[in-house]
């Protein structure tokens, strides 16, 4: 009996050693960024049993076989934007060209002119002109959410979405699976039962070994009849009104009317096909050609995805920060950068730009307020002004740059948004936006405390030794 246990320990071990080891070669030849191997490498030999869990749950890159092919983004949408873009000829201030660009390049996304924006700064203003333009719908909705909430505000969009598609109007809800997991299976029969499509997207059936929940679809976007849009850092919860216990939540959203709107239904389209593999056949309904208003913005739209080549709205943004000429600021809840992004903000403040964070000064997270204070020193030695919140929490992913270029969308300043989310963000050039921005962010900035590279230095070497251990973790935040 003890040489059988001690054959099967044996036996345990071989093969442990050998996963192990094939492991890390397949960590190695992958040839990611060396940082991020070296993590990978000492994470599974100092702790490998823990590090193997870690590396099948966060580490893979199982979203190589989930690419969306070229024939279904056809499909969906190349015949109605090449005849958008022939008829669309956009004249961009000269130091976005290069942004223009750029997002060609990578996402063969184009700019469009004479679209209108609205912008609403708290879950009030947002969802009272949500419902009146869903109110308004003739033949479609479509909604994507990171999250979807069974509460007292999501019932309610619930019951007017419900009542529209008895109107015959069709209506299509993304939601991602892990960020709505709170979300009722009745709540959701409801909704099917009344006529309307529903999909989750990346459904995590076993979430503590399914390595689905380190790719998310964080986007918040909802279109209607093709000509009306919205975007930002809001979902459907009651949080959004009613905030959190400890204090109000600040938030930005933004209505876009005009043909800009043909791109953002694009990725709908091509996100309900990747959710369900159902390639819609699109017509004039979906991308109306009567799209023009006296609007004043151009849009460019950037999304990023695990399975992208580039990294564009990093990239974008990067190239946002060295166009600017006297200021950009920056709204975040989470600040976890990347190198290249640090590195952006520190030259352009080192070179004279008013560059200014705002961050929480109490977040909803713990482990992210740690590793997003660890950033903070690298950023004032440069001259950045960072400001805590301190109403409650901020959540808005409002950027402005210069009374001109306003960013807003989804994504957060961090590793998970700009390398492992799928996110959106608008790029908009316009005076009226950016000086709309601008007010919200010095009223903001007003009920915000101003952190100082001496007091912050100070801080106690507990504090400083915390929040260093927990920014080893960042990547997976």
Not at 45 to 54: D, R, T
Not at 104 to 118: A, M, Q, V
Request: hydrophobic content about 40%; aromatic content about 14%.
């Amino acid at each position: 009996m003890g040489d059988i246990i001690n054959f099967i320990g044996e036996t345990f071990y071989i093969i442990y050693f050998l996963v192990l080891i094939s492991t890390l070669m397949v960590v190695i030849m992958e040839n990611r960024n060396p940082l991020k191997t070296m993590s990978w490498v000492m994470i599974l030999i100092f702790l490998p049993a823990l590090g193997l869990i870690i590396y099948f749950v966060f580490g893979q890159k199982w979203y190589k076989k989930h690419r969306i092919d070229k024939r279904s983004y056809n499909m969906v949408s190349r015949p109605y934007l090449i005849k958008d873009m022939k008829k669309n000829n956009v004249k961009l201030p000269e130091k976005y060209a290069r942004l223009a660009e750029l997002l060609k390049k990578t996402e063969s996304t184009f700019p469009y002119n004479r679209n209108s924006i609205d912008t609403y700064y708290n879950g009030y203003s947002f969802y009272d002109a949500l419902i009146k333009e869903i109110s308004k719908a003739k033949h479609h909705i479509h909604i994507e959410f990171y999250i979807f909430m069974s509460d007292e505000i999501g019932t309610l969009i619930k019951d007017i979405l419900i009542d529209k598609a008895k109107e015959g109007i069709k209506i299509r809800i993304i939601i991602d699976d892990l960020g709505s997991w709170g979300i009722k299976k009745q709540f959701i029969k409801e909704m099917k039962e009344a006529g309307i499509e529903f999909s989750k997207f990346l459904p995590v059936h076993f979430p503590i070994i399914s390595n689905k929940i380190n790719y998310r679809n964080h986007r918040k976007l909802v279109i209607i009849d093709g000509k009306t849009a919205f975007v930002g850092g809001m979902n459907i919860a009651n949080r959004y009104v009613k905030g959190l216990s400890w204090g109000t939540w600040r938030d930005t959203q933004v209505k876009i009317q005009g043909y800009a709107v043909h791109e953002l239904q694009t990725i709908f389209l091509l996100d309900w096909n990747f959710a369900t593999k159902e390639v819609i056949k699109t017509d004039k309904d979906y991308f109306p050609t009567d799209c023009n208003n006296s609007g004043t913005a151009i849009v460019l739209t950037a999304t990023s995805t695990p399975f992208n080549e580039w990294r564009r709205i990093m990239q974008a943004l990067i190239l946002s920060i060295a166009k600017a000429k006297d200021y950009f600021y920056i709204q975040t809840p989470y600040f976890m950068p990347t190198e290249p992004v640090i590195c952006a903000m520190q030259t352009a403040a080192l070179a004279g730009i008013d560059i200014r964070l705002i961050i929480p000064s109490k977040s909803d997270s713990t482990m992210t307020q740690l590793a997003t204070r660890s950033y903070l020193k690298d950023i004032l030695k440069a001259g950045v002004k960072v400001y805590f919140y301190k109403p409650g929490f901020i959540h808005s992913k409002m950027i402005v740059s210069d009374d001109i270029l306003s960013i807003i969308g989804s994504t957060n300043m961090d590793f998970r948004s700009f390398e492992q989310n799928f996110e959106l963000n608008t790029f908009i050039l316009d005076e009226a936006t950016a000086l709309s921005f601008k007010e919200q962010f010095l009223k903001d900035q007003k009920n915000s405390k101003r952190i100082t590279l001496h007091s912050w230095c100070k801080r106690p070497f507990y504090f400083k030794l915390k929040e260093s251990i927990v920014r080893i973790f960042s990547p997976l935040l």
